[in-house]
């Protein structure tokens, strides 16, 4: 289980948030709404380990995460950012480049499986020989989310992994989750899109550094 | 065989070449280029002229504790210089090119003195400080360009960083590929070089030696190691130094510091 408790984060002198707390159990969905800038990105940055918080603390399983225990901590996280560039030029390459870390020894690439995943996403199995950069930004993401299925780590962060994608394909990404959750990953997704938040047990909207759970109206 | 000195009158008339291109410049309008040329000429007869006074004394007294001193401080130098062309912030990067310099330097170049040379005195001036004058001077710009590569591509890459930290990588597999670029991009004019070396180009230090009375076998034949030398100390002192300046480039938070004194 994720836990935030009363955390706080500013930026460059700007509060981001206050007192925010939150869990996300096991098989839970968790959605951090809410303006540009308004810190949605900064808090996966904190759950990652990447930030220090003014106030409060995270903990996985009950264990603080510190910058000493924080490289532990995100061996059993799976990450998907908004945007990267990645120096590889084939989509084949991009979707194997975490395969070759140490803690993913156990866990082989198989290109059918990841067939398997881009069927649940829509992705079309032709787009493997392509090269990155003829990918759509909404198709690079579920590259990327596709890539994270495969890894199947206890705990997913995913930052607008909808953005960019028509509703068809948003639905898809939103099952998606479903599924992962279903197998018992705790999911935390920073998102503007209302669309993908219905597919969310959780929402948390950030506004003006105050943060206000809405699950009830959700 | 014996040396043919350059009489003064000689050097003179040499330097009068420099005429041909000051006049080229003044036709081509390049003024700023005649003023260039002329105090890039003048620093390097002032910096010649002291190099051979002090190798003059340095070779009288052949003290193995006086030259490893020299060493030093031609690295010393060479660090300074490093982070002066790399805009890197001293306090981050002397001591790791300090250590990565020298300790290459040493390493290979004793190599070279004691195995390939069986020299039973590895420290006599007359080739310790050579080879490591010119072991230095070519490791510093494969530092210079191989830090600028390193630090550049983590400014510029940093959200791949952070994707393969995020997803698990340790701190050495996600620095891995900035390494390896680095590695990939400082070394390769000086594969380039191996390459087609006595073919497009015949190294100085052939041409040195020939001139200097040298069996020009024997003198492509201290080419040939000497450019392997410089191949291995080379990497050896960048990879060092990233080893060490990688420490000393990041917060607890893994964000780079800020490593570069801005403009």
């Not at chain 1, 918080?53 to 910058?67: A, F, I, K, M, N």
């Not at chain 1, 991009?94 to 499986?113: D, P, Q």
């Not at chain 1, 398997?116 to 992705?123: C, F, K, M, Q, S």
């Not at chain 2, 964000?255 to 570069?260: F, H, K, M, N, S």
Request: aromatic share 8%; proline share 4%.
């Amino acid at each position: 289980m994720l836990e935030v408790k009363k955390a706080s984060v500013s930026l460059n002198g700007k509060q981001l948030f206050r007192d925010l707390s939150f869990t996300v159990g096991d098989g839970e969905i968790l959605c951090v709404m809410g303006p540009s800038g308004s810190g949605k990105t900064t808090l996966l940055n904190v759950l990652l380990g990447f930030r220090p918080l003014d106030g409060g603390h995270v903990s996985v399983d009950g264990e603080l995460l510190t910058p000493s225990s924080a490289e532990e901590f995100r061996k059993a996280m799976a990450y998907v950012p908004q945007e990267a560039a990645l120096p590889v030029e084939l989509v084949s390459e991009m979707a194997g480049l975490l395969f070759g870390l140490k803690i993913n020894r156990i866990v082989k690439f198989s290109k059918e499986r990841l067939m398997e995943e881009w069927r649940r996403l829509g992705l079309d199995a032709g787009l493997y020989d392509r090269r990155v950069a003829e990918l759509s930004g909404g198709e690079w993401r579920r590259v990327m989310l596709s890539v994270a299925g495969l890894l199947a780590r206890p705990i997913l962060l995913a930052d607008e992994p909808t953005s960019m994608l028509d509703a068809e394909a948003t639905a898809l990404t939103g099952e998606y989750l479903r599924r992962m959750a279903s197998a018992g990953c705790a999911i935390v997704v920073a998102t503007h899109d209302e669309r993908l938040a219905a597919y969310c047990d959780r929402r948390i909207v950030i506004t003006d550094g105050m943060c206000d759970d809405m699950t009830e109206e959700g | 065989m014996m040396t043919t000195d350059i009489s003064y009158i000689g050097m003179a008339v040499g330097m009068a070449l420099l005429a041909v291109p000051v006049w080229i410049f003044y036709k081509l309008g390049l003024a700023r280029q005649i003023g260039s040329t002329l105090t890039a000429v003048a620093r390097m007869v002032l910096q010649l002229f002291l190099t051979g006074l002090y190798l003059r004394y340095l070779f009288e007294w052949n003290s193995p504790w006086v030259n490893v001193l020299w060493v030093l401080l031609m690295v010393a130098v060479a660090s300074f210089t490093v982070s002066r062309n790399t805009r890197l912030r001293m306090r981050l990067i002397v001591l790791p090119l300090l250590a990565g310099l020298s300790g290459a330097a040493l390493a290979v170049g004793l190599y070279f003195l004691l195995f390939v040379l069986n020299l039973p005195h590895p420290f006599d001036s007359r080739y310790f400080i050579p080879v490591m004058g010119i072991l230095t001077g070519n490791m510093l710009g494969v530092c210079v360009m191989g830090l600028n590569t390193f630090y550049d591509g983590l400014q510029r890459e940093r959200q791949f960083f952070l994707y393969m930290l995020g997803n698990g990588a340790s701190h050495a597999e996600a620095i891995k590929p900035f390494v390896r670029r680095a590695i990939e991009k400082s070394l390769a004019p000086c594969i380039a070089n191996i390459a087609v070396m006595g073919m497009v180009s015949l190294p100085e230090t052939v041409i040195g030696q020939i001139l200097g009375g040298t069996a020009p076998g024997i003198a492509v034949k201290y080419q040939m190691m000497l450019a392997v030398i410089i191949f291995s100390a080379s990497m050896l002192a960048l990879l060092t130094t990233l080893f060490f300046a990688d420490r000393r480039s990041f917060d607890a938070y893994v964000r780079l510091r800020d490593v570069r004194i801005r403009k």
